[in-house]
């Protein structure tokens, strides 16, 4: 662990779904919770706020989500979850200890600056680091090339990197991911005439979601063997209140809408198109180092299936190009759900993390962009 004048640094992984936070050199975040804050009516007639799950449970809360496909829309919600995760869920005072964040790929330099202004000036933080989910997914497996597939809950971004130099013009950001698998069971579950609402039954169609979905490798020989055997190949959930609900072919046809999009109206490439056409824009003569090290990470990666997926798209892509001898290989590490704060833990632990913040004598003096 590097020697530090101050505390032990804090890492804070900002997703759009969840929100994961801990202390440099551990292997897992202490913390992670929904990205939501709850504003309810207090007693006395001012406004109070619940946060994570207890905003979801709570009946009456106005819920605000403070991140919208990657990027912070409501400063006053985000200040409040930072708060919530320095005092109470991590219980310490942020002015002690130096901060690692993560970010999306390009995100708008005027949301960069603010998260500095918030950093320096609300919680008086000694430094702050701000870095790419994608750059610190690939640090988290040991690697300074690969492609990384990054998908959350509301956006996938796959970035393709060399020698720890990210390469800008393929990037590709599809505004597609967890929140969009999930609204699609959800249509498809009340098509199949459940009665599914409100807050309560989006948390129901969470829970099926990350129990019974998968990817299917050829959605079209799954299709006709549900229609051969349709009973056999059922599944049945139990709700909290008794109710059942079987579910066949929305098992694999909710995050079918990765890679058709056209499932749900959006004109976006499917994540294997993305994921093509960000090595085709790469230089040929590092195509077969990204093809060979693609990088699954985020937790809408987690689906069963998904992997084999993309080898097989990609595979097939690639050789009808003719560009048959190339090796294609997806790591899909277990922890791939919290990689990109693992990379943040391992970063903020190095011996040359405090080069790469902007203290806040730095930041005093105008400087705004982290070093990394």
């Known amino acids: 662990m590097t020697k530090f004048s101050h505390a032990t640094p804090v890492v804070i992984d900002n997703g759009t779904g ?9 292997t897992r975040p202490r913390l992670i919770i929904p990205t939501v804050i709850g504003l309810v009516h207090s007693e006395e007639g001012g406004q109070d706020f619940l946060v994570g799950r207890e905003a979801f449970l709570s009946k009456g809360a106005r819920m605000v989500h403070p991140i919208r496909r990657g990027v912070v829309v409501d400063w006053d919600a985000m200040i409040r979850l930072w708060d919530f995760v320095f005092r109470r869920g991590l219980k310490i ?9 993560t970010e999306p790929v390009k995100n708008p330099e005027k949301n960069r600056e603010r998260i500095f202004e918030i950093m320096f000036e609300v919680f008086n933080v000694p430094s702050l ?9 690939l640090r988290a497996v040991g690697a300074d090339t690969g492609i990384v597939v990054e998908s959350g809950e509301g956006l996938t971004q796959i970035t393709p990197i060399y020698k720890g130099y990210c390469i800008d013009p393929a990037v590709m950001k599809i505004e597609l991911g967890g929140t969009d698998v999930s609204e699609h ?3 498809l579950l009340i098509r199949q005439g459940y009665n599914i609402s409100g807050t309560k039954g989006r948390l129901m169609v969470q829970e099926i979601k990350e129990k019974y979905c998968y990817v299917a490798v050829r959605p079209d020989m799954e299709l006709k063997l549900i229609r051969l055997c349709h009973k056999s190949v059922e599944v049945v959930h139990s709700t909290s209140d008794g109710a059942e609900i079987a579910l066949s072919q929305e098992r694999f046809m909710a995050p079918e809408v990765m890679f058709d999009p056209s499932l749900i109206g959006k004109d976006l490439p499917g994540v294997h198109e993305a994921l093509i ?25 987690m689906f069963p299936g998904f992997k084999e997926r ?6 097939r892509d690639l050789k ?10 997806v790591l899909a590490v277990p922890e791939r759900n919290i990689l990109a704060w693992v990379g943040g833990s391992v970063v903020a632990s190095s011996s040359n993390f ?11 003096l105008g400087i705004t962009i982290s070093k990394s």
């Open 185 to 187: 069971l959800m249509r």
């Open 129 to 137: 680091c701000m870095m790419p989910q994608v750059s610190l997914s």
């Open 310 to 315: 993309i080898e097989r798209e990609v595979e």
């Open 277 to 301: 056409e960000s090595i085709l824009s790469c230089d040929i003569t590092i195509r077969g180092e990204l093809i060979s090290r693609i990088i699954l990470s985020g937790g809408n990666t």
């Open 320 to 329: 009808a190009r003719g560009m048959k001898d190339v090796g294609v290989e």
């Open 354 to 364: 405090i080069k790469m913040c902007v203290t806040r004598k730095q930041y005093q």
């Open 18 to 26: 969840l929100l994961k936070a801990g202390f440099a050199g551990d």
């Open 93 to 101: 005072d942020p002015s002690k200890h130096p901060v690692l964040l």
